[in-house]
């Protein structure tokens, strides 16, 4: 088969594969359909996540059921499902307490309770490194699914792959950032990062109440797609003194709730890598450090992206000072899954209107360039195997 593979830091390529075959009684093999590029796909692509042998990417994918393990119940030979990202057992300590990220099972080799920034993960994560299980991901023509009774769900045919796709990770992430901070109705909520995790997280917080939504990004593009998309105020950091900004917009108090969409690799200055550098971290974080400025106090941070390293000169004083709550970690998919396709199905909420591009998969390669690079006006690209 043909699949998106990577080879080193800077090189994805479309190449030609062993195709993947039933290895436990609980796999399906899945025919994808639609896949997409993730902003966390980027971390691999630029050696910030480290991965040393070759791998199939990604773990946003869809797809008719091919072949099916003796074992599995739930699925059958042609039915359309969504796969969400986490890999989980289902019947370990954690998948029964709604922790379906911190799964013992799914990631035999690197499992462990400690963290570490090079071992002892959480659960497997569909082609996200060897450190998060090792398995190939769905940027490919073909994918082995285990656990297939557990996370799958099929999808109706009134749904196109464009309505469902997200269901896999952007949307229940984003949904993740607000739930966790348990909005009562009328909140401002303030979401740092507006590419697809960020605007998923702004349709999240109109449904779950809020009174307004501020999106920030340095790029006007992608603040234009928020507005148009989402109907939101927005913040350009190039242009205004975003905390000062919020401050204003709350009374002086700070936004109720603000989201971290963005990660350890946001738009950095010369003294920025130099901080990094020094202190032998991993990006940084400035966009954190923001949210804890711009929130209020007793209000929440929700932190979606990807941080992996420690960090000098964490603000704790700040965090206990204003005593702000942390939400954060992989989205718990499972806890939401059910409900946001509803969501979907219902047309109470819309998620194909961020799609910029869709490609062949032949095209990974410059797919992956125009996302990275932020080229061609992108926020989202959907691969077609």
Known sequence: MKAAVFHKPGDISYDTVADPRIEQPGDVILRVTSTAICGS?????????????DMIMGHEFMGIVEEVGAEVKNLKRGDRVIVPFPIACGQCFFCNHGASPSCENSNYKHYGPNGDMMDQKGAALFGYTDLYGGYSGGQAEYVRVPYADISPRIIPDNLTDEQALFLTDIFPTGWSGIDWAQLKGGEVVAIFGSGPVGLMAQ???WINGASRVIAIDPLDYRLEKARAVNNV??????KVDVVEAIREMTGGRGADVCVDAVGFEPERNFMDKVKATINFEKGSIKVLEMCFEA????GTVSILGVYGSPYDNFPLFRI???GITIKQGQAPVLNYID???ELVKTEKVVLDDIIT???PLSEVSH??????????DCVKVVLKP
């Open 41 to 53: 796909d980027l971390h691999i692509l630029s050696g910030a996540v480290p991965q040393t042998t």
């Open 203 to 205: 349709k999240a917080a």
């Open 233 to 238: 105020d927005t913040l350009n950091p190039h």
């Open 295 to 298: 929130v209020r106090r007793s």
């Open 320 to 322: 206990f000072d204003k």
């Open 339 to 341: 409900h946001l396709i």
């Open 357 to 359: 591009h869709s490609l």
């Open 367 to 376: 797919a992956y360039k125009i996302f990275d690079e932020k080229e061609d």
